[in-house]
């Protein structure tokens, strides 16, 4: 499939809906649906934090930025990835020529999803202060890189997949 790329790229933070609304938007057009952090977890064998723990953060990244170079050029369906492949420069000009929502969630929301557990390796220590942090330092770069913005809080996956329907075709 090499010289394809997604419909629809889904960025945004751990808690955000990414895999979820991502698969509901890929059953509605009828198309996959592709994540960079399972492509990773493939690749390697391992999980994600078995690999940071094993090898580190930078070895993650380098993984991670081969991982989405991949998916943009070869994967035709709703790409969602992990919530800290857009640091990347190359990751970030890559997104540039596509379709992407950032899917926004605050605090609250996400721990509500995804517990904000000690099983994402950079939420170790205080999981909610990590998770906040992360999100005040990556805001601005996922609303930079972003087609579209949609809110996510205190909505059913359905719901969001609505909202990134209405988003896109506006």
């Known amino acids: 499939m090499t010289g394809t790329r997604p419909r629809l790229v889904l960025i945004g933070p751990p808690g955000a809906g990414k895999s979820t609304v991502g698969r509901l ?15 990773v977890e493939a690749t390697e ?3 994600i934090p078995d690999i940071f723990v094993d090898d ?3 070895y993650f990244r ?8 991949h998916a943009l050029t070869e994967h035709d369906g709703v790409l969602a990835l992990g919530g800290g492949a857009v640091l ?4 970030q000009a890559d997104l540039a020529t596509h379709t992407v929502v950032f899917l926004s969630v605050g605090l609250a ?14 939420l170790l220590g205080s999981p909610r202060r990590q998770w906040q942090q992360l999100m005040d330092a990556r805001r ?22 609505d909202a990134v329907l209405e988003a896109v075709s506006a």
Do not use: N
Request: hydrophobic content about 30%; proline content about 6%.
């Open 25 to 39: 938007l890929a059953e509605h057009w009828g198309v996959t649906f592709r994540d960079t952090d399972s492509d």
């Open 45 to 47: 064998g391992r999980s």
């Open 56 to 58: 580190g953060e930078d």
């Open 62 to 69: 380098g993984v991670e930025r081969a991982a989405v170079a």
């Open 88 to 91: 990347d420069p190359d990751t």
């Open 109 to 122: 929301d996400a721990a509500g999803r995804v517990g904000l557990t000690t099983s994402r390796p950079l």
């Open 140 to 161: 601005g770069t996922y609303e930079r890189l972003a087609t579209s913005v949609v809110p996510t809080d205190r909505l059913s996956p359905e719901q969001v997949r």
